[in-house]
């Protein structure tokens, strides 16, 4: 077959795309395990749809309403209709909700883990493949199910590893901002989205940048200007009272004890109550107030959310190997959005859910080190002295693993160094090597390859590490023993 | 947002595409976390490509040579290279060993389970997306590397939940026919081609059938004519004696010596000496004469194979729930094929590997009975029987989740009889009631709602059973232990 015609492509990845290693993998696996374990436990069950959907499907859900369709990867099928990649996990939902909605036992509660694509320019760190989460429950409209969500990301975060202190969850209801541009008789729809965008910002701008936002608008550094939302003074200054009420702080039931007193009969008294019913259902639950905070403020920037909405903030700061802190806004995510499948049917069905990025979390979580079961087993290889000896070394190796370790027997090629300089790429913990002089005495040598390594970091045990030797020589009936006294000793 | 327009698409996945549901994914992790633990045991690294390759890269290693590149989903990236959606894993495999090869830790030995793609037309029970496990190792050319493929498939097979009696592992090496072909004076590519394909057909049409292909030719019974490999009479009854040989069976040791016998100089030497090694290390890792054994009538299907290959077969026969059975032709299949990176680079690199269709193999385990950990835990549905305790209720679904169990408070709306209805169609084991009454008692409800399922499985215990009520009150003290009673008494 190579003799048809020598035409060579390059090796290359596409552009914007990531191979993932192992420790990437193991670290992701981690965090997927752990948070299926939350969502099956609390009766949600897994859905997986297909990488496609039709493009038509896709347009109303993006998560942005500022990207346009073209950030998707689209293709024709052969008969015609547009296909594209899903772009997150919510408009596949929400096809496939609205496509089965008669026979769906609702409230339906689903997870899923998947990739999404993007069809962006690549970037440092910006990839066009990731893998994301979701939690859903599609028909359910009272708040015990929206306190159920932030209970979820929660439990999800510990499950990862994470102590209270690590995390806090800012949740807020959308209807209290309603209230306040109702009170202005400003309601309409783009002067809504413009005020809970300029919001949005006050982290970065701060209250007065975010006072230009409500009003005209704002010129940035680069001289690019943003049209303001057109809040004459007094509504402006209804708005920042808002914001800085918002952060006089207290307990959960303190916040919606002064919301109350200011909600009046306006739209703002449906998310005070609902507010109150998270509340104690959080309180119920266990959940400390530290934990979930009530924070009038949490916007989240995107525009279908009509109730609850709530966002992750990761308190501990990972960093990167080079020592440099990982940038992280929210972690997971999400809120009331009353409209899902309302696009495909016309019917209005409440729904509500929360999403994380599975990748950029488990990087963090690795960096942190705090996922468990994330680190594979101590790995030992049987190096491949005399190669008419290969059925005793895999027999070897066998017996490694069944004492819980990884094991393998070499299969290369090349003499003793380059087995052992493959072992320490590897990043193995042990070498095995039993050549003929070995098997004539019964015997095998062990090579232990992180004794050195180990010795540095425990200079105050010097004198205990100082007896062990680095390579030594046991009974062949000890090999498995001998290596599992070494790594218990090590802890 | 919803007045915009009201364009409604309809609600429809693309054609041959598949939602996957519950059960389905469930069995699916089950699997590719026992493969998965399998692998990592025995020193292979799990590894991620993208979705996506570029359409060159994916050209040579589609794994039925007869298919040509419009078997993928391709599509132009925004700088005009064609991109496809991978076909198979190993293409990525060889573009990914190719590209870093100078670094790459050698022999490298990978593991990796991820969707694959074909642009095929949709048929009933074939899917356009669907789940394949790979495992290869790249850089090993000794035949070690290939028992160890085969050990893993056993383990793999094991691990999976089937008995040693359900599944046959058939190897050979693609060198034994090649000698005889040789000692014919009849190697060349297309001739090889053809009698490997002819004896792959021995199964279907039998010696006869078979005897056609390897002379002039045969025509089926819808007239199609298929060229044969045109070998003379002298020829083709020497293929047929080599065939008719490989029935004779015994033992590996036996079919080896008997190969070695009539094997002289020919290629088939080598083929004979690595059946002897690949003996020696199943031998030594116990594998069974039963389950691992040497029939020189495998040949596998595809060109690119150059040395041993095997197959495993499914002696279970898994039904559909109509009672037919499913047909499955070999379950894991795999050798050695040593121009893995030889289109990118011209450096020819050994490598030996085996597959499996996740999804395919997992719905017969299913079938089987054979999955452990595919089942989800009991599920305890509270019902929301005064909506003003709703916080009560998720307490009481927290306490029954720290007893390993799934439980959810009912999220919905509906009165009491709907909500019951939810738990049935959720195949809930138990619902528990709490209301005013109940409340004002100390007391709960609970509802078992498999005892009518169970008493008609279990007719002679009927007088046990008798005693137990559909519908009982507990103390709200005893909700948990009262629930794990019953499920413990039900074993």
Redesign the interface.
Known sequence: ???EKTF????????G??????HV??AE?ALVSAA?AVY????F??????????A??L??FLPD?DRPNEGV???Q???G?W?A?RYDLTAPL???A??GFQNL???Y?RYQFG?V?R?EKPGPGRFR?FVQCDAD?V????P??D??MI?LAAEVMRAAGLNDSDFVIRVNDRRLLDGVLESLGSAD?TRRMRVLRAIDKLDRLGMEGVELLLGKGRKDESGDFTEGAGLDEAGRARVLGFLEASKAGGTRAEVTARLAGSAGETAARAGVEALE?IN??L????IPEELAVFDPSVVRGL??YTGPVFETELLATPTYPDGSPMQFGSVASGGRYD?L??????QQVPATGFSFGVSRFAAALSALGRLEGAD??P?V?VV?AD?AR???Y??M??EL?SAG?????????GNMGKQLK?AD??DAAFAVICGEEEFASGTVQIKDLKLGAQLAESITDRDEWKEQKQQFSVPRSELVSAILTRLSARG
């Open positions: 077959m190579a003799k060579r492509p390059k090796a290359r990845r596409p552009r795309f990531e191979d993932r290693a192992a993998i193991r696996r299926s099956e436990r609390w009766g069950e897994p859905l997986e749809t297909p990488a496609f959907e039709y038509d499907a347009g109303k309403e990867f689209a293709m099928d052969d008969d209709q296909m990649l929400a096809r496939f609205a496509e036992v609702k409230p509660r990739e694509w069809n493949q429950n028909g359910a409209s009272g015990a199910a306190a159920e209970a729809d019913e104690a259902i309180t119920a639950l266990g525009g279908y409209d499948v309302a696009r495909f049917t016309g594979a087993a790995l290889i491949a190669k290969m059925a005793d895999f027999a190796a066998a693993r370790l990884r094991a393998e027997a070499f299969t290369g090629n493959y790429r590897r």
